[in-house]
């Protein structure tokens, strides 16, 4: 069965660093590749979308990964803020639906 | 601009009782989607309706229903509510079909089945 796994529940860092999440999949050929920020009693926010065939895509202080060999997306937050702090939600679609992950909850500590 | 909007934002039922949820939108978008979001198991997709007049099931679409009323409403119904449907639901739409576009949420329905 199609299997959704972001690395961990939680990740902390110290503000100023480079925060990597990741998201694997099984038994999936995902079109595309979606990151959404959501904080706590709110609905998810799109961030960004990577297709298939790129290897990589930027926005501001975020940056994301697809390697299609490898069943894997990596997210970078770089110089990270405490306002960075809330829980990432990767999401995979193809021909015919969108699955999400689970969810990272990352704390950024002054 | 309001986005999607969701009512109620929270809802306290007891097992067998019946309500709908309601999610309207703004921004013109042809597809709406219904998701639930439970603690350690991601957003699942309950329904969607990629246009006005179509609806389909999702990945967990037992004991509820939809309807797609007009280009800006899509309500979700449950008609014998049961603890297992305890949750928090999210309606969303986007502008593109064939799950290629950006999803619009709104802020969510909590509901709880006793």
């Known amino acids: 069965s199609q299997k959704i796994e972001q690395n961990s529940e939680a990740l902390n860092i110290q503000e100023g660093k480079t925060a990597t999440l990741t998201c694997n999949y099984t038994?999936?050929?995902?079109?595309?590749l979606q990151w959404y920020r959501q904080d706590p009693g709110r609905g998810p926010v799109f961030l960004l979308l990577?297709?298939?065939?790129?290897k990589e895509k930027r926005k501001e202080r975020l940056k994301v990964t697809f390697d299609t060999t490898l069943k894997q997306s990596l997210f970078h937050i770089t110089a990270s803020q405490p306002a960075d702090s809330a829980t990432y939600l990767c999401?995979?679609?193809?021909?015919?639906?969108?699955?999400f992950g689970a969810g990272t909850r990352l704390t950024v500590k002054p | 601009n309001a986005g999607v909007t969701q009512t109620p934002k929270f809802q306290v039922l007891k097992t067998g009782q019946s309500m709908t949820l309601q999610c309207a939108q703004d921004?013109?978008?042809?597809?709406m989607y219904w998701y639930r979001q439970d603690p350690g198991m991601g957003l699942r997709l309950i329904y969607y309706?990629?246009?006005?007049?179509?609806?389909d099931k999702g990945e967990v679409p037992n004991g509820y229903n939809v309807s797609r009323l007009n280009k800006r409403e899509f309500s979700l119904r449950l008609e014998s509510a049961a603890p297992s449907q305890t949750s928090v639901y999210f309606c969303?739409?986007?502008?593109?079909?064939?799950?290629?576009?950006?999803?619009?949420f709104g802020e969510g329905s909590r509901l709880t089945v006793l």
């Open positions: 921004m013109n978008h042809n597809s």
């Open positions: 990577i297709r298939e065939n790129e």
């Open positions: 999401a995979l679609s193809g021909r015919i639906d969108m699955r």
């Open positions: 309706s990629a246009s006005e007049g179509t609806t």
């Open positions: 038994n999936y050929s995902p079109a595309y």
């Open positions: 969303a739409s986007s502008e593109a079909w064939g799950w290629a576009g950006e999803l619009f």
